[in-house]
């Protein structure tokens, strides 16, 4: 079984301030790792995805994530975040076998000007 | 190209009554699944449909089915409605093999009362 942490409820940042966001995953075989945002009242739109490869992944918006192995993480990053980028982010695992997606709890980012 | 389409958006039901979801797939995805997601939590797995099959269920009791069509388009079904059922349902359609990008629609609200 898989299990995601997300370490922080709230991230509070100013605009144009650099940003991560933490992510610890648990399971037993190897899986692909996701980062999806959702922004008030919307669906979940995929930032990037981990599947295998290079372990710094380069997603939509600006937005980068770094898988550790040894350290069973994957943090997201934002060298310069915008007032748009207001919303709800989410972590999520699934295992190489299935679309399953196992999410954290979420991290609330709010950019003040 | 229209991406996952829900319906109904929003709704408000009684406890004890039985609601139905709709969900019609990103053109070419063949594999349809449900989440819940409670207010303040991130989305949980309730189940998976490929090839009009049940091919995955999450932890959730009997009172929730589904059904798949031949149009891979999808019903999510509620039976004997709890005020805990209260939650935003996403469905999320993939091609089926692991690893491509799932898409979520923009939810239906269920408010039971």
């Known amino acids: 079984a898989q299990s995601v942490t997300q370490l922080d409820s709230q991230v509070p940042v100013f605009e144009e301030a650099p940003v991560e966001l933490r992510c610890n995953y648990s399971s037993s075989v190897s899986v692909y790792l996701f980062w999806y945002v959702q922004y008030p009242n919307q669906g979940l739109q995929l930032l990037l995805k981990y599947l295998s490869g290079s372990t710094l992944v380069k997603g939509i918006n600006g937005f980068e994530a770094e898988f550790n192995k040894s350290q069973t993480s994957f943090h997201l990053r934002k060298p310069s975040v915008h007032i748009s980028d207001t919303a709800e982010y989410f972590c999520a695992v699934s295992d190489r076998n299935t679309d399953k997606l196992i999410f954290g709890t979420g991290t609330r980012l709010q950019v003040f000007p | 190209d229209a991406g996952v389409t829900q319906s109904p958006t929003h709704l408000i039901k009684t406890r004890g009554q039985q609601v139905t979801l709709r969900c019609s797939p990103k053109?070419?995805?063949?594999?349809v699944s449900w989440y819940q997601q409670a207010l303040g939590q991130g989305p949980q797995f309730i189940f998976q449909?490929?090839?009009?099959?049940?091919?995955q269920r999450g932890n959730f009791p009997d009172r929730f089915s589904g059904h798949q069509f031949p149009n891979y388009s999808s019903e999510l079904n509620v039976n004997a409605l709890l005020l805990g059922d209260s939650a935003l349902y996403l469905c999320a359609s993939s091609p089926g093999t692991t690893g491509n990008t799932i898409y979520f629609g923009e939810g239906s609200w269920l408010t039971v009362v």
């Open positions: 053109s070419g995805h063949d594999t």
């Open positions: 449909y490929y090839e009009e099959e049940e091919r």
